[in-house]
Nanobody, 115 residues
Framework: QVQLVESGGGLVQPGGSLRLSCAAS????????MGWYRQAPGKQRELVAD???????SYADSVKGRFTISRDNAKNTVYLQMTSLKPEDTAVYYC?????????WGQGSQVTVSS
Protein backbone atom coordinates (compact mmCIF):
# COMPACT_ATOMS: atom_id res chain seq x y z
CA GLN A 1 0.00 0.00 0.00
CA VAL A 2 1.26 3.45 -0.97
CA GLN A 3 -0.07 6.82 0.16
CA LEU A 4 0.63 10.02 -1.77
CA VAL A 5 0.26 13.53 -0.38
CA GLU A 6 0.37 16.45 -2.80
CA SER A 7 1.07 20.09 -2.05
CA GLY A 8 1.92 23.33 -3.82
CA GLY A 9 -1.15 24.07 -5.91
CA GLY A 10 -2.72 27.49 -6.09
CA LEU A 11 -3.57 30.54 -8.16
CA VAL A 12 -0.92 32.23 -10.31
CA GLN A 13 -0.87 34.84 -13.05
CA PRO A 14 0.01 33.97 -16.64
CA GLY A 15 3.78 33.78 -17.00
CA GLY A 16 4.20 32.87 -13.36
CA SER A 17 5.70 29.80 -11.73
CA LEU A 18 4.56 27.14 -9.33
CA ARG A 19 6.06 23.97 -7.90
CA LEU A 20 4.07 20.90 -7.00
CA SER A 21 5.34 18.28 -4.58
CA CYS A 22 4.21 14.73 -3.99
CA ALA A 23 5.50 12.73 -1.02
CA ALA A 24 5.07 8.97 -0.95
CA SER A 25 4.86 6.81 2.14
CA UNK A 26 3.99 3.23 3.00
CA UNK A 27 5.24 0.31 0.96
CA UNK A 28 7.55 2.20 -1.38
CA UNK A 29 9.83 -0.59 -2.53
CA UNK A 30 9.81 -1.42 -6.23
CA UNK A 31 8.61 2.00 -7.30
CA UNK A 32 10.05 2.29 -10.78
CA UNK A 33 8.41 5.47 -12.06
CA MET A 34 6.63 8.58 -10.81
CA GLY A 35 4.71 11.13 -12.78
CA TRP A 36 2.16 13.89 -13.02
CA TYR A 37 -1.18 13.92 -14.79
CA ARG A 38 -3.71 16.70 -15.13
CA GLN A 39 -7.40 16.95 -15.85
CA ALA A 40 -9.10 20.12 -17.01
CA PRO A 41 -12.88 20.56 -16.78
CA GLY A 42 -14.64 18.48 -19.42
CA LYS A 43 -11.43 16.82 -20.59
CA GLN A 44 -9.72 13.48 -20.16
CA ARG A 45 -6.90 13.05 -17.70
CA GLU A 46 -3.60 13.38 -19.56
CA LEU A 47 0.02 12.61 -18.83
CA VAL A 48 2.08 15.74 -18.18
CA ALA A 49 5.49 14.37 -17.20
CA ASP A 50 7.07 11.14 -16.06
CA UNK A 51 10.38 10.15 -14.52
CA UNK A 52 11.90 6.74 -13.93
CA UNK A 53 13.95 5.79 -10.91
CA UNK A 54 17.06 5.97 -13.08
CA UNK A 55 16.23 9.55 -14.03
CA UNK A 56 14.84 9.28 -17.55
CA UNK A 57 12.14 11.88 -18.19
CA SER A 58 9.36 12.43 -20.67
CA TYR A 59 6.98 15.33 -21.21
CA ALA A 60 3.79 16.14 -23.02
CA ASP A 61 4.42 18.30 -26.06
CA SER A 62 2.29 21.08 -24.57
CA VAL A 63 4.63 21.56 -21.60
CA LYS A 64 8.07 20.85 -23.06
CA GLY A 65 10.50 23.64 -22.27
CA ARG A 66 8.28 25.03 -19.51
CA PHE A 67 7.84 22.22 -16.98
CA THR A 68 10.52 20.16 -15.26
CA ILE A 69 9.95 16.94 -13.36
CA SER A 70 12.44 15.83 -10.73
CA ARG A 71 12.61 13.47 -7.80
CA ASP A 72 14.42 12.93 -4.55
CA ASN A 73 14.62 9.19 -4.08
CA ALA A 74 15.87 9.52 -0.50
CA LYS A 75 12.76 11.54 0.42
CA ASN A 76 10.43 9.51 -1.80
CA THR A 77 9.22 12.78 -3.30
CA VAL A 78 8.56 13.88 -6.85
CA TYR A 79 8.30 17.50 -7.96
CA LEU A 80 6.87 19.37 -10.90
CA GLN A 81 8.39 22.80 -11.48
CA MET A 82 6.07 24.79 -13.72
CA THR A 83 7.21 28.02 -15.37
CA SER A 84 5.79 30.35 -18.01
CA LEU A 85 2.35 29.20 -17.01
CA LYS A 86 -0.54 29.70 -19.39
CA PRO A 87 -4.30 29.76 -18.77
CA GLU A 88 -4.45 26.48 -20.70
CA ASP A 89 -2.46 24.87 -17.87
CA THR A 90 -5.39 25.31 -15.51
CA ALA A 91 -6.37 21.87 -14.24
CA VAL A 92 -6.32 19.51 -11.32
CA TYR A 93 -2.89 17.90 -11.17
CA TYR A 94 -2.49 14.35 -9.90
CA CYS A 95 0.65 12.62 -8.73
CA UNK A 96 1.09 8.98 -9.74
CA UNK A 97 3.57 6.31 -8.69
CA UNK A 98 4.06 3.11 -10.63
CA UNK A 99 4.89 0.08 -8.56
CA UNK A 100 5.26 -3.56 -9.46
CA UNK A 101 1.87 -4.22 -7.84
CA UNK A 102 0.09 -1.39 -9.65
CA UNK A 103 -0.42 2.37 -9.82
CA UNK A 104 -1.23 4.74 -6.96
CA TRP A 105 -2.64 8.27 -7.14
CA GLY A 106 -2.50 11.44 -5.09
CA GLN A 107 -5.58 13.40 -4.07
CA GLY A 108 -5.18 16.08 -6.73
CA SER A 109 -4.02 19.70 -6.57
CA GLN A 110 -5.84 22.59 -8.21
CA VAL A 111 -3.69 24.84 -10.38
CA THR A 112 -5.39 27.95 -11.72
CA VAL A 113 -3.62 30.32 -14.11
CA SER A 114 -5.54 33.55 -14.43
CA SER A 115 -5.08 37.30 -14.32
Amino acid sequence: QVQLVESGGGLVQPGGSLRLSCAASGSIFWVYAMGWYRQAPGKQRELVADITRSGSTSYADSVKGRFTISRDNAKNTVYLQMTSLKPEDTAVYYCRVSKIAGDYWGQGSQVTVSS
